[in-house]
């Protein structure tokens, strides 16, 4: 058993798509990270966090004053997983 394997299969707390956030981590982005919130799979989530249950999804094609879409905190149960290991 390697500890390798465990600690690439790690969520952070939080993490965000948008590359101008804190919470952003490209590496593990790259790995197809899928989200089920309440159990059911969301596919337009911006950012989650685990411990606060809460999840930011795009409000529609509303965008901000800077271009940035507009988006909504929705609290629940947060369940991130990596699409490849379901594949197999």
Known sequence: MSDDNDTNDQFPDR???DPN?????????????GIRFKGVEKTNVEEYCI?????RVTAGNAKDR????????VH????????DKTKS
């Open 15 to 17: 993490l965000s798509v």
């Open 76 to 83: 629940g149960p947060v369940e991130p997983y990596f699409r």
């Open 66 to 73: 800077y271009g940035n879409p507009l988006t909504i905190k």
């Open 51 to 55: 411990s606060e249950g809460w999840v």
């Open 21 to 33: 956030s804190p919470y952003y981590n490209a590496d593990i982005l790259a790995r197809d990270v």
